[in-house]
């Protein structure tokens, strides 16, 4: 996002204030955000507001032409990146599906060429009316993004849906349709986090994965147009946006969730922390302590990846990771090799910045020809870009300008 030109078009509807909010948060992401803003919508948030928040001129008036060398709406549309109009209310969205041309924002809409994401905001049964329904209908036809409203409460004092994305996730939206669709028309399935095996009703063995790689790369695959499917043991994350999220808790139901999924997915991630062992029985009530010392029984888990051989097809693009702390090129071909990868990750967790729980990663990647690539230290979700790139280019996955996804 940083370095693009985002229209933030405001329409008349109480979440109007919310629009300050996702602008600030796009203009701290580096993006340069021109606000276009209905006169109805002045009557719920100032333009000074935004032009503070953006430190860029507001636009409200269609006649409002500041630099004669140029027409105002023409100029916002050709210079943008990506148009968002939030909140977008049942009238805008009337109005923009019919060609109407009365106002700066639907003026500048009509001439833009960059894709165009609505985020609606109103009562329920005017969201729910088949009119604004068939409105929506057309937009999304055209190649408009809609970004469905939540449910929850709302200003008029119903609940359902109607509430619009939250500015975040709108964020999240917009990172979306700015990525290119290199995984367009592919399924992946990633695993995440770790596994836990019970040893007793209040107590487990696992592992220090907090899941953030997988959780990224879910995200990352999503964003690259994906459809995704995320099959994660316990770990205290949000479901990223757009994805299937599948929550498993020990080993062995990870491994059916993988093993029946294997065969909808043309790409399969293995980023998960799998426990390699188990107590041979978890007791059914608590272990109590006493003066003995205490012995704990453990048997092998199944290796996932072992599983998911037996069931891939030939051309299913199968990744693994290893978590490793000595030896690590010796282990990372051997792992390679062995559970028959098209790439492994290899991950030396006692480099600094790459361990459990950073937010950075570096990694380098083994493929089965032989090629070994380090990439350098970045953030998590740079690091799964960098892979899913390298994914998508092995995988003869050649990808469409335009995203699959209806949000
Ligand atoms: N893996 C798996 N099933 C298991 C254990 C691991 O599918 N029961 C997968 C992981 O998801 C990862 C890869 O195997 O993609 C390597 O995991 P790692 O724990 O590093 O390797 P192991 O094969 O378990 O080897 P070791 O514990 O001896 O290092």
Request: proline share 5%; aromatic share 6%; charged share 20%.
């Amino acid at each position: 996002m940083d370095g693009k030109t985002i229209v933030l078009g405001i329409t008349g509807g109480i979440a109007a204030y919310k629009a300050a909010m996702l602008a600030s948060a796009l203009t701290k992401r580096g993006a340069r955000v021109q606000t276009v803003m209905t006169r109805h919508a002045t009557q719920f948030i100032t333009p000074l507001t935004l032009q503070s928040v953006t430190r860029q001129p507001v636009f409200v008036d269609m006649f409002d032409e500041r630099d004669p060398s140029r027409i105002a709406h023409i100029a916002l549309a050709d210079d943008a990146d990506l148009v968002v109009v939030a909140p977008a209310t049942a009238d805008a969205i009337a109005r923009v599906a019919h060609g109407a041309g009365d106002d700066m924002l639907t003026t500048m809409l009509l001439a833009t060429r960059v894709p165009v994401i609505l985020a609606p905001a109103m009562n329920v049964h005017m969201y729910e009316n088949p009119i604004v329904q068939r409105n929506l209908s057309i937009l999304r036809e055209v190649g408009f993004y809609v970004a469905e409203p939540g449910v929850g409460p709302l200003a008029c004092g119903y609940t359902g849906r109607g509430r619009l994305m939250e500015p975040d996730e709108i964020v999240e939206f917009i990172d979306m349709v700015l990525t290119p669709k290199r995984l367009a028309g592919r399924t992946v399935l990633v695993t995440a986090g770790p596994t836990r095996e019970r040893i007793d009703p209040v107590r487990y063995l696992s592992n220090d994965s907090t899941g953030t790689m997988g959780y990224a790369l879910a995200q990352m695959a999503w964003r690259m147009g994906a459809k995704v499917t995320l099959v994660t043991g316990p770990a205290a994350k949000e479901p990223p946006m757009g994805v299937e999220t599948v929550a498993v808790y020990s080993a062995q139901e990870m491994l059916r969730a993988v093993v029946e999924r294997v065969p909808n997915n043309d790409i399969v991630i293995k980023s998960a922390a799998v426990a390699d062992y188990r107590p041979v029985q978890a007791a059914t009530v608590k272990i109590k302590k006493t003066d003995q010392e205490l012995r704990l029984d453990l048997v092998r888990n199944a290796d996932i990846l072992q599983a998911v051989r037996a069931v891939r097809n030939s051309s299913t693009y199968v990744v693994g990771f290893a978590a490793e702390t000595h030896d690590v090129d010796y282990y990372a071909r051997k792992k390679l090799q062995e559970k028959e990868l098209d790439m492994l990750v290899l991950n030396d967790i006692l480099e600094e910045g790459a361990g459990f729980g950073d937010t950075t990663n570096r990694v380098t990647l083994y493929f089965a020809d032989g090629a070994v690539l380090p990439l350098g230290l970045a953030p998590k979700l740079a690091v799964a870009g960098d892979i899913l790139s390298h994914v998508a280019s092995r995988c003869g996955a050649t990808g469409h300008v335009n995203s699959p996804h209806t949000i």
